[in-house]
């Protein structure tokens, strides 16, 4: 049975390693990476989120994707201006801002200061500057979902790894990452203390929100859902040492089912399936969609997602293999 796994997962290995070989020659140019952007302003942690705190700091975030802007218009890169002049739009707000090494940025959708539910969204692989538009899309679908008495934070604050390399397979980008998702959380529990925090993690960023949970407060967090995830890296819900609901959903057509649910040598693969029920979350229904369409506007996913964000209890309905009814 073990030699079978270690070949499922080797084959997994060899799969990445080769596309990788294919890709990274073909796209090394337009690494994110690469891009030039100066450094960002240097800010305090937001203590209160009032109307004129959180306007000061938009303000701030907006003149640093100005001046990133300047850079990638100066350095003859017309697709990432365009990206930074849509995200300069005064109606956008930003809690940070960073076009570096592929780009850190927290985008408020709705009101930080008077949401009674906030969703903190973190994104999986190949999520960039480049590639945003998709993640803020999932955002803004799931915060028109919730309504206006809540507010999603859409949390690019890591450099998460490629689909095609070989950080994919390991927890390194999710350990680096993950003090600064509790940094986050924890800025923003203080500043909002009558709000309800809620950690929505999708693929590789489940693992980094595992890795991020069990050094929090208790009580910062009051739900922890994990969608689409390979794995986190730990056997069950106790070894994440948290105080919050734990929950997990699968798509029906989410290939991430395929990925064997292995840890070997301690670092490769992500181990226990969330969704199973030795894992111990608690399931909710996550529909038919695919591993990149659970933020699809109308899709049962979505529906639930916002309801355990807003503290109800998700509809009732068929899960994937491996989970159970909520």
């Known amino acids: 049975m073990a030699s079978r796994l270690f070949s499922r997962l080797r084959h997994t290995l060899l799969a990445a390693l080769v596309a990788g070989s294919v890709a990274v020659p073909i796209s090394g140019m337009a690494r994110p ?21 959180l306007a000061e700091r938009y303000d701030v975030a907006r003149e640093d994707i100005r001046a990133a802007e300047r850079t990638a218009t100066a350095d003859d890169d017309p697709a990432r201006a365009a990206a930074l002049r849509a995200m300069e739009d005064p109606a956008r707000h930003f809690l940070t801002f960073d076009g570096r090494d592929g780009g850190r940025a927290v985008e408020v959708l709705g009101d930080l200061a008077t949401a009674d539910h906030i969703a903190v969204l973190v994104p999986g692989a190949d999520t960039s500057l480049d590639t945003y538009g998709r993640f803020r899309a999932g955002a803004v679908a799931l915060q028109h979902q919730l309504g206006a008495r809540a507010a999603v934070l859409a949390w690019l604050g890591y450099e998460t790894p490629g689909t095609v390399s070989v950080e994919i397979l390991t927890s390194g980008r999710a350990v680096d990452a993950a ?18 925090i809620s950690l929505l993690c999708h693929s590789y960023g489940t693992v980094v929100c595992a890795r991020a949970v069990s050094g929090l407060r208790g009580g910062n967090v009051a739900d922890v859902v994990l969608f689409g995830s390979p794995g986190t890296g730990y056997d069950d819900v106790a070894a994440l040492h948290t105080s919050a609901q734990v929950w997990a959903g699968r798509g029906a057509s989410d290939w991430i089912a395929d990925v064997p649910h292995v840890q070997l040598f301690g670092t490769l693969g992500f181990g226990a399936d969330p969704v199973s029920r030795g894992f111990g979350a608690r399931i909710f229904p996550a529909g038919e969609g695919g591993h990149g369409e659970y933020l699809t506007p109308g899709s049962t996913s979505l529906r639930n997602l916002a309801q355990i964000v807003a503290g109800q209890t998700p509809a009732a309905g068929p899960v994937s293999a491996g989970g159970r009814r909520a």
């Open 179 to 196: 003090p600064g998702l509790r940094r986050f959380v924890t800025e923003i529990a203080t500043a909002r203390p009558s709000a309800t």
């Open 33 to 53: 990476a690469s891009v030039p952007a100066p450094a960002p302003t240097r800010v305090t942690p937001l203590r209160a989120a009032t109307v004129a705190a």
